[in-house]
């Protein structure tokens, strides 16, 4: 029930095709493209936030009083 047949693709290529037109498609999967592309720098750039950064001097390198 819940799987995905060959011919509901069609359907909703079709579907797609009426909507939207032969001439916007191309700009549409353009755009679609270009947003997945700032999304995945942006999740990127979240993951390299959550990294915990070094500490800037190592307490065995720290002088001695």
């Known amino acids: 029930m ?10 909703l290529l079709v579907v ?3 909507l939207f037109g032969a ?3 191309p700009d ?10 700032i999304f995945k720098s942006e999740v990127k750039d979240l ?3 959550d990294k915990p950064a070094e500490p800037a001097v190592k307490d065995d390198d720290a002088p001695k009083a």
């Open 28 to 37: 549409l999967a353009r755009s679609v493209g270009q947003s997945l592309k």
């Open 16 to 18: 797609v095709l009426l």
């Open 2 to 11: 819940g799987m995905l047949k060959p011919w509901h693709i069609i359907v």
């Open 47 to 49: 993951r390299d936030d």
């Open 23 to 25: 001439k916007r498609l």
